[in-house]
């Protein structure tokens, strides 16, 4: 089975947790595009009514209207779910998040979830968060080269580029990703969130309540123990 069909099982059960009436945060990135999908089609079938969403992106945000989900701006009225992909799982569902460019957004909505729900192909799991990825740092343009040799303390950080030219998020802001060697992220995470110039991490640390992972053969459910 292809990566994409597999994104899609797991987004389609992760889908089937929403109930009539929910708030619902939509996440970013090729896995989350199938949760947008499967819910606009359960309204279009009539087998979802009466919800409202929240995006984590510019781009979820139009995808979600195209396919006729009604999208508000974030308040502080808590979400009853939110799904949305990861770059990396751990065994106690600690994510990096961001290789989409969207942290910030999704941290600062899932993070209002009730339920937080992250769904991902197998190649996700990892036994150690940065195992196979890099954690992403959204930086201010201001500065960028003082910000960059404050985080060279951390590890090898590398602003990332889309199209040849810097990539700029939705908040104006770059990305820097950084390759790191450090065997506690929460340590990571504080020392990251210190440092003058950045805005937030992709670490996503304590938020999921659970992971719907799909393999070859099956899809496979973890609960935050
Ligand atoms: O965090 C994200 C975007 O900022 C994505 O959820 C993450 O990068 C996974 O994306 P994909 O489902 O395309 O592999």
Excluded: C
């Excluded at 896995?31 to 781009?59: F, H, M, P, Q």
């Excluded at 990396?88 to 339920?115: F, H, M, N, Y």
């Excluded at 930086?139 to 889309?162: A, D, H, N, Y």
Aim: charge should be negative; glycine fraction near 8%.
């Amino acid at each position: 089975m292809s990566l994409e069909a597999l994104k899609e099982q797991a987004a389609i059960k992760a889908v089937s947790y929403i109930q009539s009436g929910m708030r619902v945060g939509l996440g970013t990135g090729s896995t989350a595009k199938y949760a947008i999908l499967e819910l606009a089609r359960k309204l279009r079938d009539g087998e979802l009514t009466n919800i409202v969403a929240v995006a984590t992106s510019i781009d979820s945000e139009r995808l979600a209207r195209e396919n006729g989900i009604t999208v508000l701006d974030l308040d502080p009225t808590p979400l009853d779910i939110a799904i949305d992909g990861a770059d990396e799982i751990s065994p106690t569902l600690d994510l990096i998040k961001g290789l989409g460019a969207a942290l910030l957004r999704e941290k600062i909505v899932e993070i209002q979830a009730k339920e937080f729900i992250v769904i991902a192909d197998h190649t996700k799991l990892v036994s150690h968060l940065g195992q196979k990825a890099p954690v992403p740092v959204e930086v201010v343009q201001f500065g960028i080269q003082s910000t960059l040799q404050r985080l060279s303390k951390f590890g090898e950080p590398k602003l990332r580029e889309k199209n040849g030219e810097l990539l700029i998020t939705d908040n104006g802001n770059f990305i820097a990703d950084l390759w790191f060697n450090h065997p506690n992220p929460t340590a990571l995470e504080r020392d990251l969130k210190g440092t003058l110039g950045v805005v937030d991490t992709g670490f996503f640390l304590g938020m999921a309540a659970r992971a719907i992972v799909a393999h070859e053969d099956r899809v496979e459910e973890f609960s935050r123990a």
